[in-house]
């Protein structure tokens, strides 16, 4: 058979795109409407964003035990903020002896465990919190959460949640030093890992990183991409062509302050490019509360980039995004993937464990049972091996 | 044009607005070149709606990253750039919208010539239809090379990719678009 570009060849001058001079004398005049119109929407993004900051100052004073609920600017919410009591959990907002301050978020609760003139010990019990960390020589701040220690290395914002078997980490601004289990790791700004919560008589363990959001996996990968696909700026400074590094986008400034819904509103009027920027705009998503949208920038990164190991996380996150709208075969099909993808080593494990899940869920026993098998013949001392065999109707050994 | 890049934009200071560059040399510039970054999207779109917006965007973009041009015959390879990116803005665009019921990936058939006959015709309408369901970079490298008609280098240089990667790209497409034509 013909290959078909052969084919289009010979009728690619059938393709005449109608522009005449007239279409440019026309264009031309509408270049400042244009640009007016290009100027509203960029300003209509900045009212948006600036409706969402106040917003959620508003949120904040009324979490303040001042008990004030107008919507004061930030810095008199600081200096309005009470200085927190050793050994008192509270689910209310407080500030340490150097100025950092500490907001639980809702049904969550923190304890000043520790107070001292040279450091705080602040310890998150439950739920989530956000710790904005003035910069003190001579003068630490120590937060924990299960066996997991974070501790700010110069001015720096990070939100910590713990749920019954993580904590997850999330660096706003600056740079966080994390200790657990006698490992140590640094995470600067934008970085969000998780750390499973184990014993402390277990030993100590590796860090690892929880498969649950998609946008960790652009750091697991972050050592096998450099030499794949995409050029970088100076490989293309190789080039005839200059590339201009395109100026960050209003919905990404949002995302990276954690304005999810302010960002997924910014997202509506933008086109996520990269890799990255398609990761990011699919947690946007997921984090505004519409996870459906996630799927098409899920799902172009499993397809443009199906080598690369974010790839796969990409998919094993659409999976959990089937899975939890009720679309248990189209979730199955989606963890199956992944295992069949090059780069999935950081999923394939779980991804199989899920799919036996969907398989369960959406009525399938037979294949529930075929994958659970496989499962315990992968990985007999798998961590999910117990949920496994509950799914796949398989009776512990 | 200086090899150091564009002396009237220089000259106006480090605060120049896009609105101050003189207009003759933004007109120049758009006159000369609008009908060729015209065909670019046309070609890589297939589509006529908002090619007229998008045409005005490459050349609002192109005149904010001006400077960046070392050599001035690179403007047609960097407008080039410019058009090709925001073809793939536009196509993601279109595909979000699409997946969430706001829009329709629905083909125009206005690019085709009057004078092509029915096979032609059908063919053209077919592959275009076809393209909707691949990849934007996969779809731009392909229309690039076998509809637009440039070279694997200026198509490399287009789509800011390496040339592994867009002989790749063509090649996936190809073998996607053969494929999905033997089923229609």
């Not at chain 2, 960097?78 to 997946?99: D, E, N, P, T, Y």
Request: hydrophobic share 40%; aromatic share 6%.
């Amino acid at each position: 058979m013909t290959d078909l570009h052969e084919k289009f060849a010979e009728i690619r001058d059938d393709i005449k795109p109608e522009w005449d001079d007239d279409d440019t004398e026309r264009a031309l005049a509408n270049v400042p409407k244009r640009r007016a119109q290009r100027r509203r929407r960029k300003q209509i993004g900045g009212a948006l964003a600036l409706i969402a900051v106040v917003g959620v100052a508003g949120l904040v004073a009324i979490n303040t035990p001042t008990g004030s609920i107008s919507a004061p600017n930030q810095i008199d919410m600081v200096a309005e903020l009470p200085t927190g009591v050793v050994g008192q959990p509270t689910s209310s907002a407080f500030a340490l002896r150097d100025g950092s301050n500490v907001a639980p978020g809702p049904n969550s609760t923190v304890t000043l465990v520790e107070s001292t003139q040279g450091a705080d010990r602040v310890e998150l019990e439950d739920g989530a919190a956000t710790f904005t960390i003035s910069a003190a020589p001579n003068r630490r701040v120590y937060v924990l959460a299960g066996k997991v220690q974070f501790e700010a290395e110069r001015t720096t914002t990070f939100e910590v949640r713990k749920s019954s078997d993580y904590v997850e980490v999330f660096v706003v601004n600056g740079s966080v030093l994390v200790t657990t289990q006698g490992e140590q790791v640094t995470l600067e700004k934008g970085a969000r890992k998780q750390f499973p919560l184990e014993d402390s008589d277990v030993g100590a363990v590796p860090i690892v990183f929880a498969p649950d959001s998609v946008a960790e996996a652009v750091e697991v990968a972050e050592a096998e991409i450099d030499a794949k696909t995409e050029p970088t700026p100076a490989a293309a400074a190789d080039r005839d062509i200059d590339i201009e590094r395109p100026a960050q986008d209003e919905w990404e400034r949002l995302a990276q302050e954690r304005e999810w819904k302010a960002a997924a509103r910014a997202l509506d009027d933008a086109e996520p490019d990269t890799i990255e920027q398609l990761l990011l705009a699919a947690d946007v998503r997921r984090y505004a509360g519409q996870p459906i949208k996630a799927l098409p920038y899920l799902q172009e990164v499993a397809a443009e980039h199906r080598g690369d190991s974010r790839a796969a996380m990409a998919q094993f996150q659409k999976g959990r995004i089937l899975m939890n709208a009720g679309q248990h075969a189209d979730a199955a099909a989606a963890f199956a993937s992944v295992r069949k993808m090059p780069a999935n080593g950081a999923v394939a494990e779980d991804a199989l464990s899920r799919e036996v899940e969907a398989w369960f869920r959406s009525g399938d026993r037979d294949k529930a049972r075929n994958r659970a098998e496989s499962y315990l013949e992968a990985y007999p001392d798998g961590y999910r091996a117990k949920v496994v065999r509950r799914y796949g109707g398989i009776t512990s050994p | 044009m200086p090899a150091s890049g564009h002396s009237y934009l220089r000259d106006l200071g480090s605060d120049v607005e896009e609105s101050d560059v003189s207009p003759m040399d933004f007109e120049s510039v758009f006159r000369r070149y609008a009908s060729y970054v015209s065909t670019i999207l046309f070609r890589t779109l297939g589509d006529r709606s908002d090619v007229e917006d998008l045409v005005q965007d490459v050349f609002i973009d192109a005149f904010k990253g001006i400077d960046n041009l070392e050599e001035p015959e690179a403007l047609k390879g960097w407008l080039a750039v410019i058009a090709v990116r925001r073809a793939r803005r536009h196509i993601r665009k279109k595909k979000v919208k699409s997946f969430i019921g706001l829009d329709d990936l629905a083909v125009a058939p206005e690019l085709i010539e009057t004078g092509a006959s029915p096979e032609h015709e059908a063919l053209i309408q077919q592959v275009y239809e076809n393209l909707q369901r691949l990849s934007a970079n996969d779809r731009l490298a392909w229309t690039l090379r076998h509809v637009h008609g440039m070279t694997l280098k200026e198509v490399s240089a287009a789509c800011e990719c390496s040339m592994s990667t867009t002989k790749r790209r063509v090649a996936r497409a190809e073998e996607k678009l053969q494929k999905a034509m033997e089923h229609d």
